[in-house]
């Protein structure tokens, strides 16, 4: 299996409702986090460097619906799933940073693993 694709096998001691909701988190924060890296890298760079500022407009927008709703489901999860009090702090702060929810993504199942 490839490092880039999200794991969104059922954890081991979550209910099936609490796995729904996991995986409801994870697909969200890799779309958010793939809008994130397409505003970066593709749409910025076109704008500032041939003029051409559709693209943020359209990738920006969409970026700001699933930041927007990666957030909320984000905290429904903390509270559904009872997770450690670093969970919504740190998943908030990957939302901010390249690559952040899927580090996020990969140390909150880690953690949850571990805890069986």
């Not at 799933?81 to 940073?97: D, E, M, N, Q």
Request: glycine share 6%; net charge positive; with cysteine.
């Amino acid at each position: 299996m490839s490092q880039a694709t999200p794991t969104i096998e059922p954890a081991l001691n979550l209910s099936k409702k609490q796995n729904s909701t996991l995986k409801t988190l994870t697909i969200i924060g890799y779309l958010e986090g793939t809008s994130f890296l397409l505003l970066l890298c593709i749409a910025m760079p076109l704008k500032y460097m041939m003029g051409i500022s559709e693209a943020v407009q359209y990738i920006g927008m969409a970026h700001g619906i699933l930041f927007i709703a990666y957030i909320i489901i984000l905290m429904v999860t903390a509270v559904k799933i009872k997770t450690p009090y670093w969970t919504i702090p740190a998943g908030v702060l990957g939302s901010f940073l390249p690559f952040g929810p899927f580090i996020f993504d990969h140390l909150l199942k880690k953690n949850l693993k571990n805890n069986t």
